[in-house]
């Protein structure tokens, strides 16, 4: 991989400071060495273990389920059935407009998927509670599936869910009233239509999760992205008081999106323990599990049409969004899906722009979040009709786009579709971008290309919502949460600094990037500063925790405003001391002194020895140095970004290698690049699996396929990045978000470089994953059609 930051507009570099260093992440220490804190590797005295017993039909009703054999096992200690968890019920955390079902059960008798919780077997070990699991008599009725989505809205289709009345929770339309009317009206009109594989968040570390209950108080210790989320849900669920309740994440294997909230089986595993009564109750996830468990998201089918002008002027952008949430609302419900809708436009201007949503039910798992949020979605329509604009109409693809994205004296901005665009330059970035892409294309090009193979080059652009955030926006939008985040910063006696956060560790550095913000801000090494992350016992709360590109632009904005106010307290304790005015002061090398007179100084551990003893305290001041600050941004930031993939395709054979991959990118100020560079580079190799291969399948009645394949490095080429640095006007410290930045361009710029490689079917290229199969097939019926 190589890298390159272009140049940085608007704030100037500290170059002595820590932001902006590519810092080695100082969790790789213990993630790299085997010590890392996995609620997997958990081990507590008397520890039980369950095991969840699912459906193995895709719908139906559970008429009885008979556990006598099962309780009657060796070392079986407890069995859960839906009339053991009657009342335990999670919440629907984001609702659609009118949407009556707002939570869902843990356990219910009726099936609409398989792999849906029937019940739950705890025994003294793994192997006894798997035994028992098997000895369980389950009466299933089963019932007709509907596994697509167009299946599930034709007028004779099984209702899911009877009280409805429809498989349709939600249909809304969004945007320009008038945008048919300028649809009619335009020279030149492209319509396809797309359809997107269900694609599973695919974690290192699967879902795990080990409950203790003991003095009426329950400590859940599990990989999770949001623990204040998960304790609020918990004691919800369960019938006890937030207090009572104590998540502990440690390190988190990655989350990607799928561990952002408490699911039914972890719930049923908390209860477990309470019924055991103070000995701790473990479960992990297992492979076989995986696909039909933990939510996955994409699934979604778009009818889309891009409107243009004679001289390919964008007028008009349309689209119709059919999203499947599956079985039933999950926490997120349509949301991934009006993120799609919210985004579609992208970094373009438009006259007119609408898009309707609609929400439908299937019986498959419940669609939830993944890396993207919906937004991967949204730049493959779009970027797919430019380019097929483009062939159509004789353009080239990126002259064409440069025509119509708007420039930085257009922005500030509202998109068509309400997205308030706050800074950036994005012809820069893809003009950027088509010199890297010459470059790189030119040297690969220097050996002789006699393979057979057919070869092309697609670009795509976009702009990204991160820091998810404004309270009082997703009260308006119908999220049940908050989207502050608050920080707490201390200097002890010896000067060394805590940081406490309630944003989680899920592999994305930010205990590197929080350590680096206070050193930067404190006047002190890295190495002294202490990041307490995880723990709801012992760190601020956080309505959401690490999901949507939010930790450093929300989380870390909280840390700069309390170490901010925290160095203007020592600078006064200081200047009390050193009689001298606060503004005359700086913080350098580990001591506070007169600027341009070293010699009157103190150390900073003299400082805050002073502080916490009381002592030599200015008129009005508290012992003590600690600083806390709650930050609800006023707005989204958006980040944005130019993708471009080269391609070389085997027309015998369909298979599709990925030969270059380029991708410039603003995030605001970089904390740290070697953590951007990386955060982009994971993000990419997911967007390839996207775009090539990741794709769960399902058959007519609904078992799905057990074969999911994720892009190796054999699939993911050297990756040429380059940044450009516009500091966010919202953000104090100037960040944006960067975690989904690498995910959204790459299945829309792969399937144009497929498309300029096969033209013969590029207005066929609308489905992910482009697998070999799909491809060849449509090769073969190319070649027919023409003999």
Not at 667 to 673: D, F, L, R
Not at 704 to 726: F, M
Request: glycine residues 10%.
């Amino acid at each position: 991989m190589t890298a390159l930051t272009i140049e940085a507009m608007g704030e100037d570099k500290d170059e002595g400071g820590h932001v902006g260093a590519r810092a080695p992440r100082r969790e790789d220490a213990r993630l790299l060495t085997g010590r890392a804190r996995y609620a997997g590797n958990v081990r507590l005295p008397a520890t039980a273990h369950a095991v969840v017993v699912r459906s193995p039909v895709a719908h139906g009703r559970l008429a009885g389920c008979d556990a006598k054999a099962a309780l009657a096992a060796e070392g079986v200690l407890d069995v859960i059935t839906p009339a053991d968890a009657l009342d335990v019920r999670l919440p629907c955390v984001t609702l659609a407009v009118g949407q009556r079902d707002t939570s869902y059960p843990a356990l219910d008798a009726t099936i609409r998927y398989v792999g849906q919780p029937l019940a739950v077997v705890v025994a003294e070990t793994p192997e006894a509670a798997a035994d028992a699991a098997a000895l369980l008599d389950l009466d299933l009725d089963e019932l007709p599936p509907v596994v697509d989505v167009e299946r599930a809205l034709e007028a004779d289709a099984p209702v899911l869910h009877p009280d409805w009345g429809s498989n349709v929770l939600t249909d809304s339309v969004l945007g320009d009233a008038d945008c048919e009317e300028a649809i009619a009206g335009a020279a030149h009109v492209v319509e396809l239509a797309f359809r997107y594989g269900r694609a599973s968040p695919y974690p290192m570390e699967p879902r795990a999760l080990v409950a203790t209950y003991a003095d009426g108080e329950l400590t859940i210790r599990t990989s999770t992205q949001a623990p204040h989320h998960v304790r609020d849900h918990a004691a919800d669920a369960l019938g006890l008081t937030h207090d009572r309740v104590r998540v502990i994440s440690g390190d988190t294997g990655g989350g990607f999106g799928g561990k952002e909230h408490l699911y039914p089986d972890e719930a049923l595993v908390c209860l477990a323990a309470m019924r055991l009564g103070g000995r701790p109750v473990r479960w992990t996830e297992s492979p076989g599990d995986r696909l039909v468990a933990t939510l996955p998201a994409r699934a979604a089918l778009h009818r889309a049409r891009l409107a243009l002008d004679a001289d390919g002027r964008f007028v008009a952008l349309h689209a119709d969004v059919i999203g499947d949430i599956g079985a039933h609302p999950s926490n997120v419900g349509i949301s991934p899906f009006s993120v799609t809708a919210i985004l579609l436009p992208g970094p373009y201007r438009f006259d007119r722009a609408a898009v309707r949503v609609r929400g439908v039910v299937t019986t498959t798992t419940p669609t939830g979040s993944y890396r993207g949020f919906g937004q991967p979605e949204a730049t493959y329509t779009r970027e797919r009709l430019i380019d097929e604009a483009a062939r159509r109409l004789g353009f080239d693809p990126v002259e064409l786009r440069l025509r119509n994205l708007l420039g930085p004296d257009e922005l500030p901005c509202v998109s068509r579709l309400y997205q308030p665009y706050d800074s950036g330059d994005y012809p820069r970035a893809l003009l950027t971008l088509r010199d890297l892409v010459s470059e790189g294309v030119q040297r690969s090009r220097a050996f002789e290309w006699s393979d057979g193979r057919r070869r092309g080059v697609g670009y795509s652009c976009h702009v990204e919502a991160t820091g998810l955030g404004p309270s009082k926006d997703m009260k308006t939008t119908g999220q049940l949460a908050g989207g502050y985040e608050i920080a707490v910063v201390r200097m002890e006696p010896d000067a060394s600094v805590v940081v406490a956060s309630g944003v989680a560790a899920i592999g994305q550095g930010i205990e590197t990037t929080l350590a680096q913000l206070a050193a930067d801000r404190m006047g002190v090494d890295p190495g002294r500063v202490r990041v307490v992350l995880g723990d709801t016992a012992a760190t601020p709360y956080s309505p959401i925790g690490s999901i949507a590109s939010r930790s450093l632009a929300v989380g870390g904005a909280a840390l700069t405003q309390a170490a901010g106010r925290l160095r203007d307290k020592i600078l006064a304790l200081a200047a009390h001391r050193l009689e001298a005015a606060p503004e005359d002061l700086e913080i350098t090398d580990g001591s506070v002194r007169v600027k341009g007179d070293p010699r009157a100084s103190l150390t900073l551990r003299e400082v805050a020895t002073s502080a916490w003893r009381g002592w030599d305290l200015p008129e009005g001041a508290s012992p003590g140095l600690e600083e806390r600050a709650v930050y609800d941004p006023s707005a989204y930031t958006y980040a944005y970004g130019a993708h471009a993939a080269a391609v070389a395709v085997d027309t015998e054979t369909g298979a599709v290698e990925v030969e270059g991959y380029w991708a410039v990118n603003d995030c605001g100020v970089q904390v740290n690049p070697a953590i951007v560079d990386g955060q982009l580079a994971g993000g990419i190799a997911q967007g390839i699996g996207m775009a090539l291969t990741e794709e769960i399948v399902y058959t007519d009645d609904g078992q799905p396929i057990a074969e999911y394949l994720l892009p190796t490095t054999r699939e993911v080429p050297n990756l040429g990045l380059a940044s450009l640095v516009t500091p966010s006007p919202v953000t104090p410290g100037g960040m944006k978000g960067v975690g989904e930045a690498g995910t959204i361009g790459p299945p829309a710029a792969i399937a144009n470089a497929v498309a300029a490689a096969l033209p013969e079917v590029a207005d066929l290229i609308t489905v992910t994953p482009l697998t070999p199969e799909r491809l060849w097939t449509l090769l073969t019926h190319a070649r027919t059609a023409t003999g």
